[in-house]
């Protein structure tokens, strides 16, 4: 089945800060999608992104499918963004979707 | 979007029992599925749950330890059976809507001792 990386695997930031998470995956994906886990444990959709570029406030991404990669960038980054950011990708031969192992993301204020 | 509503939020087990959790979608949506995500690891599909048939499970999971029912396009229940200290983990309800977008459940977080 489909492979997903990401990386880094854990990031440290200073508040203020800015960072790219990236997510590599190992075939043709129907799907990307962003999400962020709130130390609460809430995943919540950042993107939906399966080719191109999107801006939302201070989070932006861009998924290049033909190279089979996605990054997410953060800007000025806060403390309220800790917490972990999965990449997630639906398997072309179905219709389930696949998770990275996330990046852990801890702002310090 | 949708808004997904899980419960229970949160319980703790005895081993050997079994638990219900059920999910509530505000929205028709065309797929529903169950993850697992134990304690410091990523999401694993544990099954899709269909409509009025039986559930498609993945490579891992059996129907006999973790029965799903969706009895129609909104609603679904996941239940843990004859529990053990390895089933303890955050259980999440998502749902696929017609944007392909996905969304989640607040999830559901199982200890058993």
């Known amino acids: 089945g489909i492979q997903v990386e990401q990386s880094p695997p854990d990031l440290i930031l200073q508040e203020g800060a800015n960072s790219t998470l990236r997510c590599n995956f190992s075939d043709s994906v129907n799907n990307l999608q962003w999400f962020h886990q709130n130390p609460w444990g809430q995943l919540i959709n950042l993107f939906y992104i399966p080719s191109g570029t999107k801006q939302n406030g201070r989070l932006s991404a861009t998924t290049v499918a033909t190279e089979r990669y996605s990054l997410l960038y953060i800007s000025s980054s806060q403390t309220t963004d800790s917490g972990v950011y999965f990449c997630a990708v639906d398997d072309t031969g179905g219709f389930k979707t696949i998770f990275g192992a996330g990046t852990r993301l801890f702002v310090k204020a | 979007s949708a808004v997904i509503s899980q419960k229970p939020s949160r319980d703790i087990c005895q081993r050997g029992t079994s638990l219900t959790i059920q999910c509530q979608v505000d929205?028709?949506?065309?797929?529903m599925f169950w993850y697992r995500q134990q304690p410091g690891q990523s999401l694993t599909l544990i099954a899709t749950?269909?409509?009025?048939?039986?559930?498609?499970?993945e490579s891992g999971f059996v129907i006999d330890k973790f029965p799903i029912s969706r009895p129609n396009l909104t609603f679904s229940t996941l239940t843990v059976s004859n529990m053990s200290p390895e089933d303890s983990s955050i259980y999440l309800c998502?749902?696929?809507?017609?944007?392909?977008?996905?969304?989640f459940g607040e999830g559901s977080w199982l200890t058993v001792v």
């Open positions: 998502s749902a696929q809507g017609f944007g392909n977008t996905i969304y």
């Open positions: 749950a269909n409509q009025g048939s039986e559930a498609t499970y």
């Open positions: 929205s028709q949506v065309t797929m």
